[in-house]
């Protein structure tokens, strides 16, 4: 779970970033319930998502790579806008996608501890994470950073022939 920081860098997602970004989130997309989106995505697509999360401001993208030049991208954390909604403008939702080789390295720990160190001096009173079930690992992630359990939506989504059931988690902030 541990890792080296001269060995990991953080730093704000760039347009450079954007295919290996798409190809991480594209494997959840393919392989898994963790994302609800049923078909993969092209960089193009992606684009307006990465360019929704500037390098300040309470909606970042943070992009662990391995450190050298350029660098293998292992994993992103972002806070995006919880809904539309302007009064819902100082809640966000944070989430964290590793690259699948970079599980069990502690990259989702050191992202997420960047990603809520920068938003401690942005306008945010809540952060919310949705956790499609079962999902230990994230569980356990958030967990850490204190969030906790707020209720769980049955069945809300379907994805492969079947239903997944919604955690939503929430940290004060």
């Not at 950073?145 to 902030?173: P, S």
């Given at each position: 779970?541990?890792?080296?920081?001269?060995?990991?860098?953080?730093?704000?997602?760039?347009?450079?970033?954007?295919?290996?970004?798409?190809?991480?989130?594209?494997?959840?997309?393919?392989?898994?319930?963790?994302?609800?989106?049923?078909v993969p995505l092209t960089p193009a697509e992606r684009r307006p998502w990465l360019?929704?999360?500037?390098?300040?401001?309470?909606?970042?993208?943070?992009?662990?790579?391995?450190?050298?030049?350029?660098?293998?991208?292992?994993?992103?954390?972002?806070?995006s806008p919880f809904r539309p909604k302007a009064a819902y403008a100082p809640s966000v939702e944070v989430s964290v996608y590793l690259a699948p080789e970079a599980g069990g390295r502690g990259i989702g720990t050191l992202l997420y501890g960047h990603l809520f160190q920068a938003l401690a001096k942005e306008d945010v009173h809540r952060a919310y994470a949705g956790i499609a079930l079962p999902n230990e690992a994230s569980v356990r992630l958030h967990t850490r950073f204190g969030f906790r359990h707020t209720g769980t939506f049955g069945e809300v989504g379907r994805k492969f022939g079947r239903y997944w059931d919604v955690a939503w988690y929430q940290k004060d902030l």
């Amino acid at each position: 779970m541990s890792h080296d920081d001269e060995e990991v860098q953080v730093r704000p997602g760039t347009e450079r970033d954007l295919t290996a970004l798409t190809d991480i989130y594209n494997h959840y997309v393919r392989e898994t319930a963790i994302t609800f989106d049923t078909v993969p995505l092209t960089p193009a697509e992606r684009r307006p998502w990465l360019h929704s999360h500037p390098e300040d401001g309470p909606h970042r993208l943070l992009v662990a790579r391995e450190a050298g030049d350029p660098g293998t991208v292992l994993g992103y954390a972002t806070s995006s806008p919880f809904r539309p909604k302007a009064a819902y403008a100082p809640s966000v939702e944070v989430s964290v996608y590793l690259a699948p080789e970079a599980g069990g390295r502690g990259i989702g720990t050191l992202l997420y501890g960047h990603l809520f160190q920068a938003l401690a001096k942005e306008d945010v009173h809540r952060a919310y994470a949705g956790i499609a079930l079962p999902n230990e690992a994230s569980v356990r992630l958030h967990t850490r950073f204190g969030f906790r359990h707020t209720g769980t939506f049955g069945e809300v989504g379907r994805k492969f022939g079947r239903y997944w059931d919604v955690a939503w988690y929430q940290k004060d902030l």
